[in-house]
Structure formats: structure tokens, C-alpha cells
């Protein structure tokens, strides 16, 4: 039966490994991933750097812990589209749920991407996240095509062209806060959303204009 002794010293060791990726979140945002330093997580996390140790070997094991944890939650956030619904409602509710996600590890995925030009491990991980972003597009762009718009584009095709938009967006708008503060505006989330869905939306609903004889 387990005691309270161990209850609290798993607890205990719970709230360290959240405060150390906490603290790398934090260090990634302000360094990046090349430059983050373990020491400078450890000082962050407000512990001895012994303890970093006593939960990843290194930086790329806690870059790794952090990268599945993005992983899951874009797995548990989006859903696959019910052919049933407006495949246009699919989609927007697709940006919202990646938006949210985005929101609380973007800093992760840019770290992960960086990390991707150096090392084949996360180069790996980021053609995996790649993937099933142009698959889930895609689905909803076929959903589209039946409906009778955006025809004659290759799904897969546009689906990476969507990914893209989205992601740079996102990644524009809430890590690098480069057009915005560009700009000098300050804008809230329900504005971004609406404006990243509508362009995104409109993206795909349209239709061939018949041919003139």
C-alpha cells in the first residue's frame, strides 16, 4: 500500500519536472532553442542544476519531453471532421482548436523547428507534426471539393499551403509578435482568430467560374 511518505515525495518530484519545463518555455521564448542553456533553465526553474539532471539527460531530452507533450495535445484538440458537417464550420473549428494549442506551446514548436535544422531526431518530429497538419487540411478540403468548390487543386497541395499560412501566422502573432508590434497594434484574440479564419476560409470557398463560350 502506498504510504504518504511516497505520495508526497512523487508529488514533490511532479512539481519539480512542471517547474523545470516551465521554466525551459520561458528560456526558450526569451534565448531560443540554440542558445538555452541548462543552467539558465535550472536559474529560471529556481533549482540547483543537479536537479535538471535528475529528470533529462540533457537539452534535447527535455526538448523531447516537450515536444510530445505539444504533440498530444494538438491529437487531443483536433478532431477528425464528421462528413456530415459544413466542412467550412470544420475548418473553423480546426483554427480555433490549433489556435489554443499554439497559444500555450507555440514556443515549443519554433524550438522544435530549430532544432530540426540541426538534428534529425526533431527534424523527424517536425515532419511528423507537418504531416498530420496538410492531412487534417486535406480531409477538409476534399469535404470541400464534393461540395463543389475549390476545384481542380490538388488536396495534399493545398493543404501545405494552408499549413503554412497558418503556422507562420501563428507563429508571427504569438511568439515572435513580429507584425503586430511592426504595426504598433495590439489586438486581441477573438479579432486574430476571426481574421486567420476568415482568410483561411476563403481560401478554399470559392468556386470555377464557367467558361464564357
Not at 58 to 87: C, Q, T
Not at 129 to 157: F, H, K, M, N
Request: glycine share 6%; proline share 3%; hydrophobic share 40%.
Amino acid at each position: 500500500m502506498e504510504t504518504l511518505q511516497v505520495r508526497r515525495a512523487g508529488a514533490k518530484r511532479t512539481r519539480t519536472e512542471a517547474a523545470i519545463k516551465d521554466a525551459a518555455r520561458r528560456v526558450l521564448a526569451r534565448d531560443g532553442y540554440v542558445n538555452a542553456k541548462i543552467t539558465d533553465i535550472a536559474e529560471e526553474a529556481g533549482k540547483a542544476i543537479g536537479s535538471f539532471y535528475q529528470y533529462f539527460k540533457n537539452k534535447e531530452e527535455l526538448l523531447l519531453a516537450l515536444a510530445e507533450e505539444f504533440r498530444i495535445a494538438l491529437r487531443d484538440n483536433i478532431n477528425p471532421p464528421d462528413v456530415h458537417e459544413d466542412p467550412f464550420e470544420n475548418f473553423r473549428e480546426m483554427l480555433l482548436s490549433f489556435w489554443r494549442v499554439y497559444r500555450e506551446h507555440g514556443v515549443v514548436a519554433v524550438a522544435v523547428f530549430q532544432a530540426s535544422m540541426v538534428n534529425e531526431s526533431f527534424a523527424a518530429i517536425w515532419r511528423e507534426i507537418r504531416a498530420e497538419g496538410v492531412r487534417v487540411s486535406s480531409t477538409r478540403i476534399r469535404l470541400a471539393q464534393r461540395l463543389g468548390y475549390c476545384t481542380g487543386v490538388d488536396p495534399e497541395i493545398a493543404g501545405s499551403c494552408l499549413c503554412s499560412m497558418i503556422e507562420f501566422t501563428c507563429y508571427n502573432w504569438v511568439v515572435a509578435n513580429g507584425d503586430l508590434q511592426m504595426l504598433g497594434r495590439d489586438v486581441n484574440d477573438d479579432v486574430l482568430t476571426d481574421t486567420l479564419t476568415k482568410m483561411v476560409v476563403g481560401a478554399i470557398r470559392w468556386r470555377e467560374e464557367p467558361t464564357k463560350p
